[in-house]
């Protein structure tokens, strides 16, 4: 279904991003093959996701990632105050320091920083470095 929704805009090197509802390992795999980046939250209970990333166990603060060896894809574990589980195509796994509302900082991955800022889903045009 998400492939049949985005076909006008595979293909073009663009970033798709979407929550747990839609996202897989198999969707991240079909939109490398179609030119296409991923990143989105994952249920922890989807088919093909690293055992080592879903069963660690981490404190506040602390992440755990894998890379996919053949799509590159990154599994990433990160606990704040809840665990939250991510599939990347996109951005690697580092650390940035982000302000709260109390205006006190706070290490979030920059790769949730980029999903947390997005709609549901959408397909971006690829950034430029």
Request: net charge positive; with cysteine; proline share 2%.
């Amino acid at each position: 279904m998400v492939l049949n929704l985005a076909e006008p805009y595979l293909d073009y090197g663009r970033i798709m991003c979407a929550d747990n509802w839609y996202s897989s390992m198999e969707l991240v795999t079909s939109l490398q093959e179609r030119k296409t980046h991923f990143i989105g939250t994952v249920r922890k209970n989807r088919k093909h996701l690293p055992e080592e990333v879903i069963n660690a166990k981490l404190q506040k603060g602390e992440s755990k990632a894998m890379t996919e060896e053949k799509t590159g894809a990154i599994a990433l574990k990160w606990k704040d105050k809840r665990e939250v589980h991510m599939l990347s195509t996109v951005y690697s796994v580092e650390h940035q320091t982000v302000k709260t509302r109390s205006g006190n900082g706070r290490f979030r991955l920059n790769c949730f920083n980029f999903f947390s800022e997005r709609t549901t889903f959408a397909i971006l045009p690829r950034e430029r470095n």
